[in-house]
């Protein structure tokens, strides 16, 4: 069996075609993300405060933690196949205005249990985001720019942090953690307007395109499969290539979503300084991590190797890393270096990770299988802050960070397995005049 990529036509746009698909449609998408993900991870930096404030044990923080990806799972697959059907542009500006909603309710939850009904709801919510986005991927951007289109959105989960981390350290030891919910929930106001006035579903719906642009997309994007049109949104559940992927995203994300859930934690645990420092002290594995996303991203679009060659390696990165910080002394410096080599190991690879995914279903069933991977994704957000949680009772949430080195473990063998043994299409274009039949939309 080949394991070598045929690489997409036209690896760069011919002179003279714009980029604005980069500039409006890629950029929004990225605002979008980053509001989101800022909204969905600022309880970590909130639960030191909120534990002391409720006097919760770990595993009580650790279900707060993993209350949001109660709601998130249920949404996964009944979100690509909305995202595939509707409008995914609706879809996204409908969740931003509830995302808005639940940050603020969460700022008047005065006990455990509202606070908790608040983020299952927000999880219900942003559910249905990325299918949406994986849709728009597809109808929006060449085959070889799909690693760097999902590559600049997840950008967003380092760089939110970058952002939320400080301001709400700042916020909740200047007024309180009610404030900060409040404060960093205003965004998501804003950014449902302008996806209902900027967005568009497809380049054919956008008039202030180019028609050298739109010309160029259509003609280099992943050609449909009548076939899978007409296909049950459960196909995907016949692929053992596609549960393969959500095997390991579960393993991935059960170690990613924890770790970035209880970072401010465990720093907190080894500083003796206060919040605000923890949220500075947060910026420097999230920095790290941005730039590795970029990096990698890049580095798989231009390269004609596998996509799955900037994948594997890095989470084995980071699986190391997680099991070296238990053995290690618990001194502020050597954590902290620690701490970054994992935000790079499980962050860098979110970008080609996509791009490889998607390779192996029909553009038509990209949206249902991004739900169902990013499905067991979920799961592993649901389970990971409550093991983590549950092992640091009593004691250091480090110890639960070991625990989730296994994990990250697990999931790095079984990329590699992906890698070797399933079968991979080379990626399909089409010429405009098959594809290009959707009518303008003024706008």
């Known amino acids: 069996m080949s394991h070598t990529e045929r690489p997409a036509p036209h690896a760069a746009p011919p002179s003279g075609v714009p980029n604005a698909r980069w500039r409006r449609t890629g950029l929004l998408l990225f605002l979008v993300y980053f509001t989101a993900f800022a909204e969905r991870a600022n309880v970590s930096v909130a639960a030191p405060s909120v534990s002391e404030q409720l006097h919760l044990t770990g595993a009580a923080t650790g279900v707060i933690l993993s209350a949001f990806f109660w709601g998130y799972v249920v949404t996964q697959v009944p979100g690509g196949w909305l995202a595939s059907k509707a409008s995914p542009s609706r ?263 996509w791009a490889w995914a998607l390779q192996f279903v029909p553009a038509e069933q990209a949206g249902p299988v991004t739900g169902l991977v990013n499905l067991f994704g979920s799961l592993g957000g649901l389970i990971g802050p409550i093991v983590v949680g549950a092992a640091s009772d009593g004691g250091s949430a480090r110890g639960g960070l070991y625990i989730l080195g296994f994990f990250l473990l697990a999931g790095a063998l079984a990329a590699l397995a992906v890698e070797r043994f399933a079968a991979r299409p080379a990626p399909a274009t089409t010429p405009a005049p098959v594809i290009a039949t959707a009518p303008l939309k003024e706008g």
């Not at 970058?162 to 106001?189: D, E, R, Y």
């Not at 380049?203 to 997309?217: G, V």
């Not at 596998?306 to 290690?328: C, E, N, T, Y």
């Open 91 to 353: 879809i996204i500006a409908g969740s931003l205005l509830v995302w808005g909603v639940t940050a603020f309710a969460q700022a008047w939850s005065g006990s455990v249990t509202p606070l908790i009904v608040s983020r299952v709801f927000m999880g219900l919510a942003e559910g249905v985001v990325w299918p949406a986005f994986a849709v728009l991927f597809v109808r929006w951007y060449p085959v070889n720019e799909r690693a760097r289109a999902a590559g600049l959105s997840l950008l967003a989960l380092p760089a939110s942090s970058l952002v939320m981390a400080p301001s709400a350290g700042w916020l909740i030891q200047t007024w309180s953690w009610q404030t900060m919910f409040i404060v960093q929930g205003v965004p998501a106001f804003v950014l449902a307007a302008a996806v209902l006035l900027f967005l568009r579903d497809s380049p054919e719906q956008d008039r202030r395109l180019s028609p050298a642009e739109r010309t160029f997309i259509v003609e280099n994007r992943a050609a449909p499969d009548p076939a899978a049109r007409r296909q049950s949104v459960l196909r995907p559940l016949t692929s053992p290539v596609v549960w393969a992927c959500s095997l390991v995203y579960f393993l991935w994300l059960t170690g990613f979503y924890s770790f970035g859930l209880w970072l401010p934690t465990v720093l907190k645990q080894l500083s003796s300084r206060g919040m605000e420092a923890v949220g500075w002290l947060s910026v420097i594995p999230f920095a790290a991590a941005a730039a590795a996303m970029l990096l990698n991203s890049r580095a798989a679009d231009r390269s004609s190797r596998p996509k799955a060659h900037f994948v594997v390696p890095a989470l084995f990165v980071g699986a190391a890393a997680l099991l070296a910080q238990h053995v290690l002394p618990a001194a502020l410096p050597l954590q902290l270096v620690c701490l970054l080599i994992t935000a790079v190991g499980v962050y860098a690879p979110f970008g080609p990770w």
